[in-house]
């Protein structure tokens, strides 16, 4: 089992249209697939159209098992399930917190799910907290979407600095380039700035209305528009990714 | 791991699909796909060796699937094209090849039976849209069926997290059309079953109900029947030259059917045994020089791994010439089996085994049970005391006597396995087995060396190839000798454990002059 957690420390970068896309291309494929919805909104969720037990809380997540197990969800797809997400998850830093060995906390959690999927998507909540460090600890691959702009590159140095600090392996992390405008200049300029970089991936994600109207359609691209360019390209960047992964 | 709930029902007709259908739309938010055809391959060899090993194998588009009977997936599919996948050594590889490989060994796939189905899929949907629990109407065509009618069946999926949605269904359900398994296993069932078939229609193993008090004659037809029966279906792949067991399985049936006309004695007519014991001592060598070369050849992976790899290249074109002798010999054997002296022979002993009018000659035979006591004691007898003559300085030439005792001791205790109690008889066939296999092998390991140093005989000198070739043969020799030096020293155990105390009782207590059969 591979865990691929999609995070950024800033919101609004195209973190749930990547986990959520993808997530789709890797059950297309052949595999596996379930996807946690860890972020407090929910976003991941709406778009496969559930909703969540209401008894489900953020403690019931961290005993993991047959609490955790009950509460996924078959999606419409094959191959897809999804942990929905639980407006108690705002309390997830909290109830980590209270716990011993919190770090490591998450991993063991995941643990029973090995069996069952080939790849388990981590859709994370912006912000370097408590249970962003459990994701970093537990993930495979750490995939940043990231818009290239200035800004974006200020919060991703942050985060390179925190992995150094924090000993974690900095071979997991791996940046695709994400609502990219490619008549602006200055896009144009940070991807130049990065390109040939071992750890950005050379598959980017247009700034396209196709991935807008996910909200509206309320599937995954590639199911509803697959011969799009926004559908290709994720096809493109799972095949891209799926190939970093059997390099582990 | 949690298991995803299923129903399956069978249902009359499509009209009865499109009801349900109906129905559910009152009642349901319903998103009707639009249906879908996909042919479906099933692929076994001709002894069924996947089935019986709970794996089946089968084609979907352009992949290759391996799944259990229920149709869980165990490795993942390989993309193929072509027609029939043909042997596993043909196949990619890949975590299929490996799982299929240690099973089918030698075999080719063959196709064992291929429909169509036409699937509509039903989505219910609750009030965000979002698809609670599927049902499947399938409409399954077997291509080579006789009839035209489809097996019509719905199947209700439930969907992770919204088991209250698949009980509502499944009540509704169960009140229509009548229950049927939702496997893999089932789909195969189906589709043989449209053509009159079963799986495992087919199997080396040779097994045929006696009962005690059968008149001899009529117990002898009724074995040699059965084994005709196993040569008649074995022919068409040896013509076709699919693999090498048809050959071989056409051959035991052979040797069986001779140990039998040797061994049941007095009981066909003196003419008819005198006659048939030579027709068949003729099939057997018109068969055999086919056979030889598939041993060879078989053991083309097991003679590479005994070679270091500079020798390789000679063992390779020593291969090569099999090759082209054993296609020269398969041409005579097809033309001998093309040959009318063949077809009279199997069309004489066919009309010989179906006569029923004689059935007072029938009834001049003893009872099978009190005959089959006397075969198989005669039998264990002679093995038990050839093979206590045996020691460490005995000549080959006795050990590959007692091993042509052992197999004959094997044949009428698996032609009259079913006159005694069936656990005893498996242990007395486990038992013999092991003492058979060290005497085959030994036998095997004398065989190759001859045929080896006949070879090397042959071979012309002076080229590089020719000197190639005896280097590879030579160090071929040397290792076959000392491993068949080994395999006499373990001779000693192997025979010590079947002549042991408890088998001795064993055979006594089962077939001894006073014990009648049981039944």
């Known amino acids: 089992m591979a865990i691929i957690a999609v995070y950024n420390i800033k919101g609004g970068v195209g973190k749930t249209a990547t986990s959520v896309n993808l997530s789709y291309m890797s059950a297309a494929t052949g595999n596996n697939t379930l996807l946690c919805d860890l972020d407090p909104q929910g976003s991941s969720s709406y778009y496969f159209r559930v909703k969540s037990k209401k008894k489900f809380s953020a403690d019931h997540f961290l005993e993991g098992g047959n609490s955790l197990e009950r509460s996924i969800r078959g999606t419409d797809y094959e191959h897809l399930d999804i942990l929905p997400a639980d407006f108690s998850y705002r309390n997830l830093d909290i109830a980590l917190n209270h716990m011993k060995k919190s770090r490591k906390r998450l991993e063991r959690v995941l643990d029973p799910l090995t069996a069952e999927y080939r790849h388990v998507f981590l859709d994370c909540p912006p912000n370097i907290t408590l249970l962003s460090e459990n994701i970093f600890y537990a993930a495979d691959m750490i995939l940043i979407p990231f818009i290239p702009t200035t800004l974006s590159m200020l919060s991703f140095n942050k985060l390179l600095e925190f992995f150094k600090e924090s000993g974690i392996d900095r071979r997991k992390l791996f940046v695709v380039f994400s609502m990219v405008e490619q008549k602006k200049t200055i896009h144009q300029d940070m991807m130049q700035h990065f390109k040939g970089r071992k750890r950005i991936l050379n598959t980017f994600i247009p700034y396209v209305t196709d991935i807008e109207k996910m909200g509206i359609y309320r599937q995954p691209v590639p199911a509803y528009r697959p011969d799009s360019k926004a559908g290709q390209t994720y096809a493109e960047l799972w095949r891209e990714i799926g190939g970093k992964l059997q390099e582990f | ?519």
């Open chain 2, 1 to 519: 791991m949690k298991l995803l709930a299923q129903l399956s029902r069978q249902l009359p007709d499509p009209s009865a699909l499109q009801d349900l259908a109906d129905e559910l739309e009152k009642k349901y938010t319903v998103q009707d796909a639009p249906p879908l055809t996909a042919s479906l391959s099933f692929y076994d060899s001709f002894d069924w060796r996947l089935y019986s090993d709970g794996l089946l194998c089968f084609r979907q588009g352009d992949r290759l699937s391996l799944t259990d009977l229920i149709g869980r997936e165990l490795v993942p599919s390989l993309p193929i094209s072509g027609e029939a996948p043909g042997f596993c050594r043909h196949l990619p590889d890949s975590a299929l090849k490996r799982k299929l490989a240690p099973v089918l060994e030698m075999r080719t796939l063959l196709l064992q039976s291929s429909f169509s189905r036409t699937t509509r899929q039903l989505r219910i949907l609750n009030k965000d849209k979002k698809t609670v629990a599927m049902l499947v109407l399938s409409e399954l065509r077997v291509e080579t069926g006789e009839t035209d009618q489809p097996i019509c069946s719905v199947q209700l999926h439930e969907v992770r997290g919204y088991e209250k949605w698949f009980q509502r269904l499944e009540r509704a359900l169960e009140e229509i059309g009548t229950p049927l398994p939702c496997t893999r296993e089932q789909d195969l069932k189906t589709a043989l079953a449209a053509k009159g078939c079963t799986p495992r229609d087919y199997s080396s193993k040779f097994s045929v109900p006696l009962k005690s008090d059968m008149a001899a004659l009529t117990a002898a037809k009724t074995i040699y029947r059965d084994l005709l029966g196993t040569m008649r279906k074995n022919e068409q792949g040896i013509l076709d030259d699919l693999d090498s067991e048809f050959l071989h399985d056409f051959r035991v049936a052979i040797r069986r059917t001779r140990s039998g006309l040797d061994m049941i004695k007095k009981v066909l007519e003196p003419k008819i045994s005198v006659r048939f014991k030579e027709e068949f001592r003729f099939l057997g060598k018109i068969t055999g020089p086919v056979r030889d070369l598939d041993v060879y050849l078989l053991m083309e992976e097991d003679y590479k791994a005994r070679l270091p790899d500079h020798l390789q290249k000679g063992l390779c074109y020593f291969f090569e010439d099999l090759a082209e002798q054993r296609e020269t010999e398969q041409e005579k054997l097809v033309q001998a089996l093309q040959s009318l002296q063949y077809k009279t022979i199997i069309k004489d002993w066919k009309k010989y085994l179906r006569q029923k009018k004689k059935t007072e000659v029938a009834k001049k035979t003893p009872a099978i049970g009190i005959m089959a006591n006397k075969i198989i004691r005669k039998r264990f007898e002679r093995v038990l005391c050839d093979g206590r003559a045996i020691d460490a300085d005995t000549p080959d030439e006795s050990l590959h006597r007692l091993r042509i005792q052992g197999k004959k001791l094997r044949y009428c205790l698996e032609f009259f396995s079913s006159l005694y109690p069936a656990k005893e008889m498996k242990l007395l066939i486990k038992q013999l087995k092991a003492l058979q296999n060290n005497l085959g092998l030994f036998n095997d390991l004398s065989v190759q060396q001859d045929m080896l140093n006949n070879y090397l005989a042959g071979l012309k000198p002076g080229s590089g190839k020719a000197k190639k070739m005896g280097a590879a043969i030579g160090g071929l020799l040397t290792n076959l000798y000392h491993e068949q030096q080994q395999v006499r020293t373990e001779f000693e155990a192997a025979f010590r454990c079947f002549s042991s105390q408890e088998n001795i009782s064993l055979y006594e207590k089962l077939f001894s002059s006073e014990q009648k059969p049981s039944q």
